[in-house]
């Protein structure tokens, strides 16, 4: 269990610390989440071919497109959406970014 390990400081920016594990690492949640931004590809719209831009919130990256801000999502990101959603007793339908 994550609550009997000790916390140590992230990797990445040496300041946080956490209890996390990122590749085998201590890594903060905002650190993770920044690697994993950084290792998406550039998306582009598929309505008005705009370069999307990447949005996180509760450790979930979306592309949005800054022109019709239309959402696109990944493979398992509306499953990340319903369980970040059920973990903060929000209804599922009502995700608000």
Do not use: Y
Request: charged letters at 30%.
């Amino acid at each position: 269990m994550n609550w009997f390990k000790k916390k140590k400081t992230c990797v990445h920016c040496n300041k946080n610390k956490t209890r996390r594990d990122f590749e085998n690492q201590p890594t903060c949640g905002a650190c993770q989440t920044k690697i994993l931004i950084s290792r998406e590809p550039t998306r582009i719209c598929p309505v008005d071919g705009a370069t999307l831009l990447k949005e996180h919130n509760n450790e979930i990256i979306i592309d949005r497109c800054p022109t019709c801000k239309g959402v696109w999502l990944d493979a398992g990101e509306i499953e990340a959406i319903k369980e970040a959603a059920k973990q903060e007793g929000m209804a599922v339908g009502m995700v608000v970014f």
